[in-house]
């Protein structure tokens, strides 16, 4: 299994940037995706979820209505769309896939999104 987030970097307060994770080694639609974040010092916080069939999504309230998570079957991929950022949008943000039978989670390395001017 393989799971790889890309897209981070530098961005001003206010832009926008859309991360991928791209998956491999699995039936991509028999598991669930998760976008977190983490921040130093802090825990992990969840930001957002995509079932398997991509047909449910759900986005913390701390950025609903800025962030999007999505999938494409065909391209195993999963993107979390992230508009009108903020300083505090700043952490590294791992991706995750749940096998929806054994539960067993799969994680990326992280990639680093920091706002700031």
């Known amino acids: 299994v393989s799971v790889v987030e890309s897209g981070g970097g530098l961005v001003e307060p206010g832009g926008s940037v859309t991360l991928s994770c791209k998956c491999s080694?699995?039936?991509?639609?028999?598991?669930?995706a998760r976008w977190h974040r983490q921040t130093p010092g802090k825990e992990r916080e969840l930001v957002a979820f995509?079932?398997?069939?991509?047909?449910?999504?759900r986005i913390v309230d701390s950025v609903k209505g800025r962030f999007t998570i999505s999938r494409d079957k065909d391209r195993n991929l999963v993107s979390l769309e992230m508009n009108s950022l903020k300083p505090e949008d700043t952490a590294v943000y791992y991706c995750?896939?749940?096998?929806?039978?054994?539960?067993?989670?799969?994680w990326g390395q992280g990639t680093q999104v920091t706002v700031s001017s």
């Open positions: 080694g699995v039936p991509f639609d028999e598991y669930h």
């Open positions: 995750s896939l749940q096998d929806m039978s054994s539960r067993k989670e799969f």
């Open positions: 995509i079932t398997g069939d991509g047909n449910n999504a």
